[in-house]
C-alpha cells in the first residue's frame, strides 16, 4: 500500500484510499479476477499469511485477504472500503459517540499504518486507515 491510489502519504481525511477483497478461497478469487478483468496478483508474506496486492494494467488497485481464522468461517466474501483518516484512535472515539460499533479495534499493520474495522449506524462495514508517514 505505497503509492498515490492507495493509503499511502499524503493521506486525504475522508477519501477512499484503498479497497480489499476478502475471501474463503484465495485461487477461486484469483482465478476469476484474472479471467474476467485480467487483475494480476503479488503475494506479500504478512505474519503467517500471504496479502495479495491486486494490480490492474500495472497499478495497485486493492488487495485481498484470506479469511482463515476459525472465527471469519462464516463470514461472507465481501470488498472492505478503506478511508484515510487523520488519525484512526480519535475518530474511532468520535464514531462510537455517533452511534458505530467498533468491530476491530485500531491496531498497527507494520510499515504501512494504523487501522481499525467499524460498522456505522446504518449496518455498513468500513474500515478506516491512518497511514504510516513515508521514511524521510
Known sequence: MSNANDCGAPPKHGAVCWNELNVHD?????????????????????????????????????????????????????????????DVDARLEKAKAAGATICKDAFEIPGVGRMAVLQQPGGAYVAWMTPKPPSA
Request: negative net charge; charged residues 20%; hydrophobic residues 40%.
Open 26 to 86: 484465495v485461487e477461486r478469487a484469483k482465478r476469476f479476477y484474472s479471467q474476467t478483468l485480467g487483475w494480476s496478483f503479488e503475494g506479500m508474506p504478512m505474519d503467517g499469511v500471504t496479502y495479495w496486492i491486486i494490480s490492474s494494467q500495472g497499478a495497485r488497485v486493492g488487495g485481498m485477504f484470506e479469511m482463515k481464522a476459525p472465527e471469519l468461517t462464516s463470514v461472507p466474501e465481501h470488498w472492505l472500503t478503506y478511508i484515510g483518516v487523520d
